[in-house]
């Protein structure tokens, strides 16, 4: 219960960070396919056995969070890569 609570406390406070606080950079809605990634990956690692079985043995949802949680981080990459400051122009 601890673990679940801290995993989806972090969740709400980004959450809520990228809905009410304002930011001087462009990109921020990059956050959320990001954010989106974490959240299936939480899914698949609670549900790592049954994934297996459906997908006949081939992957679990061990690796399924993995993957998702490498996607995640390429969302932020690419967020850090093409952010600016904004300006009237690009807000």
């Given at each position: 219960?601890?673990?679940?609570?801290?995993?989806?406390?972090?969740?709400?406070?980004?959450?809520?960070?990228l809905?009410?606080?304002?930011?001087?950079?462009?990109?921020?809605?990059?956050?959320?396919?990001?954010?989106?990634?974490?959240a299936?990956?939480?899914?698949?690692?609670?549900?790592?056995?049954?994934?297996?079985?459906?997908?006949?043995?081939?992957?679990?949802?061990?690796?399924?969070?993995?993957?998702?949680?490498?996607?995640?981080?390429?969302?932020?990459?690419?967020?850090?890569?093409?952010?600016?400051?904004?300006?009237?122009?690009?807000?």
């Amino acid at each position: 219960m601890p673990y679940l609570i801290a995993q989806g406390g972090a969740v709400l406070w980004i959450v809520l960070a990228l809905a009410l606080l304002p930011t001087p950079w462009t990109q921020r809605g990059m956050l959320w396919p990001a954010l989106g990634c974490y959240a299936v990956a939480f899914v698949s690692e609670k549900l790592d056995l049954d994934i297996f079985r459906w997908s006949g043995g081939i992957v679990s949802g061990h690796t399924v969070k993995h993957l998702l949680a490498a996607a995640a981080f390429y969302f932020i990459l690419r967020m850090l890569q093409r952010q600016q400051p904004k300006t009237d122009q690009n807000r």
